[in-house]
């Protein structure tokens, strides 16, 4: 069973902080990992996409790969009340995606 | 479409009543994949198309299980005598190809209620 684990939370962080999302995966074979973002009673929406090792910029959401330890993590810069949600991480398994259970953010004014 | 559409938004069946669910992937994409969200729950793999292959049927829990999809376009998933542990959102994602690669787009569900 190819694993995909992520702390449940709720991951609190002030308004303007950094928040810090964490993933380790079971599978050494993966090539491709993905963050989504998941509004309560909406469906997951992507945000970052990440093939390499090291990190991967975009906005305010930086990606970081490290496949020797098989984590795959999210920083999420100057966090707004906007960005509480649940995140998705998710590792390829063949040609489908393996979906973590999600960490909850919750970002306070 | 401009994205994955999904019908009904909300189905409530009784128990023992067959369902069909409906997916309309992005124009263009080539793949076409099921998922199953129960409440508080992470997604579960359901199946997954592509092209004309045969598909990857591994996910579905039980042979009540069951769906079509006619070479790139609508996909039908479809839940034979229902029972109320199958009460979840079926989420339909498409991507353009096949690789390890591909990025998944997600339709907004279908909210199933069996009672």
């Known amino acids: 069973q190819k694993e995909v684990e992520q702390n449940s939370g709720p991951l609190s962080v002030p308004e303007g902080a950094i928040a810090s999302l964490n993933c380790t995966y079971s599978?050494?074979?993966?090539?491709?990992f993905f963050w989504y973002r998941q509004y309560s009673g909406k469906s997951p929406e992507l945000i970052m996409s990440?093939?390499?090792?090291g990190d991967k910029e975009d906005g305010r959401f930086t990606a970081q790969l490290n496949k020797a330890s098989q984590y795959v993590s999210l920083l999420i810069r100057d966090s707004q009340p906007s960005d509480s949600a649940t995140y998705l991480c998710?590792?390829?398994?063949?040609?489908?995606?393996?979906f973590g259970k999600g960490t909850s953010l919750l970002v306070t004014p | 479409g401009a994205g994955v559409s999904q019908s009904p938004s909300n189905k409530v069946t009784e128990k023992g009543k067959d369902v069909e669910l409906r997916c309309d992937p992005i124009?263009?994409?080539?793949?076409l994949y099921w998922y199953r969200q129960r409440l508080g729950q992470g997604l579960e793999f359901l199946i997954y198309?592509?092209?004309?292959?045969?598909?990857?049927k591994s996910g579905l829990p039980s042979d009540r299980f069951s769906a079509e999809r006619t070479g790139e376009s609508v996909s039908t998933l479809t839940i034979q005598r229902t029972q109320q542990e199958d009460s979840a959102v079926y989420l339909c994602?498409?991507?353009?190809?096949?690789?390890?690669?591909?990025?998944?787009?997600f339709g907004s569900g279908t909210q199933l209620s069996v009672l």
């Open positions: 994602a498409s991507s353009l190809g096949a690789g390890v690669a591909e990025k998944l787009f």
């Open positions: 599978d050494r074979g993966s090539q491709s």
């Open positions: 990440i093939y390499s090792n």
């Open positions: 998710a590792v390829n398994d063949g040609y489908a995606l393996n």
């Open positions: 124009s263009g994409h080539t793949a």
């Open positions: 198309f592509q092209g004309n292959s045969a598909p990857d």
